[in-house]
């Protein structure tokens, strides 16, 4: 009943096999997905933890009086003397 015979073997091997490559050729299907995803652009903002709002990004120009960097839209003034922003 449990002795060894080269049919019981065989079989034995054969679903092994089976097995090995089945989940060598999930994870090659999987590496294949995660660089279709990180290939795409990402175009909808940065990915950010659950619940909190998406970022955004926004271009920033340097002052030329004081040297600070302050948003390319709606910069106020700096307080200092001579700031070409105004607010």
């Not at 009086?65 to 003397?81: I, K």
């Amino acid at each position: 009943m449990f002795g060894f015979s080269l049919t019981k073997l065989l079989f034995t091997v054969a679903v092994i096999m089976i097995v090995w490559y089945g989940f060598k050729w999930l994870g090659r299907v999987q590496a294949q997905r995660n660089a279709e995803v990180k290939g795409k652009p990402a175009d909808s903002g940065r990915k950010t933890p659950r619940g909190a709002a998406t970022a955004q990004v926004e271009d920033m120009v340097e002052c030329a009086t004081c040297g600070s960097f302050v948003p390319a839209r709606g910069a106020t003034n700096c307080g200092q003397a001579g700031c070409p922003y105004i607010g």
